[in-house]
DNA sequence: GTCTATAAGCGGATAGAC
DNA sequence: GTCTATCCGCTTATAGAC
């Protein structure tokens, strides 16, 4: 379906922002970089986005709209309620493959940390993500731990961030897997309860 | 013991930067605040460091140093199997609280993540961390897990850096606690192979 | 001899003017 | 779409104080 026609100067810089900011580094990458690369003009970004922060920010929010519905998909396919809780880890994995070119670790805390002073604007979306992860793992440990589900939503939370602090640490060798042993595990003991 | 003596000017450096850099961020702390903090001149700096980064260098270099030792003591003062695997939870609990200054999530990860492109002699460090880690948790994990350990010991380095991470996050409320009642239920389906 | 104060060079990055 | 003003951060040079 590739029609020949060139996509428009924003979603171009989009793209290449997307693929370039979280493989380098956000602060590392110079917006020259970006608009040689999205071969776009320096006028053009400051007139859609009007500065480097506020395109960051619209690529975060882009990822976690993405993020979202590559979960909802992944809770939709689960048939049992341990694997709806467990499927973060496969829709982690699944959004990771889909992208061709998977970020060092997270978008939304690589932002917290590269940026500690940036704009409500980018530190809104790592909130948004934390929301959108807490409140759902709430609701998917209720069939499994009843009383003790805000427990299990923590650890689970837990064993999701650390799976993606593993890819930085560069161990262990796979961090998705093991994180999901690791939220296995706190299923099943919240389950002899 | 306040002697009124003022400490070497290298040494207020380096209190300073460990201070500052995990605090508001490594890259977004200029060299003239650590001097001005430090009441330090712009030369010893460089005389005695040579350059930015290796400052960086050396203060990660300490805290490596400082927390393997905290977590040394932990490991002795446990009295059973269980306690010493999961002493590593305690002792990063113990060394948070000794620093006046708790940094915003890990000094380590956040040189991997906000210097990218660092000399060697940086990611170094969070090579040593890790190989640490791994190391210690492993030996550890023997006694309860036998053959399995390794498999456990990846799982608490998770639960580790996770809790790490959960800082950066915001969420858990209490990452330490919740990593380390996660690495506990791993240790339990363990050691019921 | 170690440290301070001051200033300036220099590259690089953002942002806006043309 | 190009080009440039402006700013900022790291580093070094100079000269002097304790």
Not at 21 to 33: A, H, K, Y
Not at 38 to 47: I, K, N, Q
Not at 74 to 99: C, E, G, P, T, W
């Amino acid at each position: 379906m590739t029609t020949g026609q060139r996509a428009p100067a924003r979603t171009r810089l989009l793209e290449t922002a997307d693929r370039v900011l979280f493989e380098r580094g956000i602060r590392d990458t110079p917006v020259d970089d970006l608009l040689r690369q999205a071969e776009v003009s320096a006028a053009t970004l400051y007139t859609h986005f009007g500065s480097k922060d506020a395109l960051v920010a619209e690529v975060l929010r882009v990822r976690l709209s993405d993020w979202r519905g590559v979960w909802d998909q992944h809770i939709v396919a689960a048939d049992n309620d341990l694997d709806r809780l467990l499927s973060v880890f496969d829709a982690l994995a699944s959004y990771r493959r889909d992208q061709g070119h998977p970020s060092r670790w997270c978008a939304f805390l690589a932002a917290a940390t590269e940026l500690p002073e940036a704009p409500d604007e980018i530190s809104d979306v790592l909130a948004g993500d934390t929301a959108l992860l807490a409140d759902r793992l709430l609701q998917l440990s209720r069939p499994i731990a009843g009383p003790h589900a805000q427990d299990l939503a923590d650890q689970v939370l837990l064993a999701y961030t650390g799976a993606l602090a593993g890819f930085l640490r560069g161990s262990p060798r796979s961090p998705i897997d093991v994180g999901r042993r690791l939220a296995h595990a706190a299923a099943q003991a919240h389950s002899r309860d």
